[in-house]
């Protein structure tokens, strides 16, 4: 029996605005992947109080369990809620956009699920007018 090919699972991608984060998933996320996108996302908050969030998942294979335990990941979690302007998910399990619609009213920032067909429309909306954006806030 061979081993599972693993390789990192989240990378970042470039953007258009420094106040726009983005990042691509493909396969199993490790705890450690997990971190460091937090850690990205605390050095932005300290450049920024609220960013744009585009997360584009190709393949999800799920992730270590352990980093719901993990100090960091709470606290990331915790502090995405206080300084995200606007999330965008594009692609993922069906489980996802569902789960999506249902809890999106119970956030602040304003969430969005778009297929992987549709992400230009997710890039278009992330970006969006930043000036209209503050004045609805």
């Given at each position: ?46 450049k920024h109080d609220k960013i744009n969030l585009f ?75 930043i000036d209209s954006d503050e004045e609805a806030a």
């Amino acid at each position: 029996m061979t081993d599972k090919l693993r390789h990192p699972a989240f990378t970042q991608l470039k953007t258009e605005r420094d106040d726009v984060y983005a990042f691509e998933i493909n396969g199993h996320i490790s705890k450690q992947e997990i971190e460091e996108a937090y850690q990205i996302l605390e050095k932005a908050y300290e450049k920024h109080d609220k960013i744009n969030l585009f997360v584009r998942m190709g393949r999800y294979d799920g992730f270590d369990l352990s980093a719901l335990f993990s100090d960091i990941t709470y606290a990331g979690k915790l502090h995405a809620i206080r300084h995200m302007r606007r999330y965008a998910l594009v692609g993922g399990p069906a489980w996802i956009a569902n789960a999506i619609r249902f809890f999106a009213p119970l956030f602040r920032m304003e969430v969005r699920h778009f297929e992987l067909d549709d992400e230009a429309e997710a890039w278009r909306w992330i970006y969006g007018n930043i000036d209209s954006d503050e004045e609805a806030a």
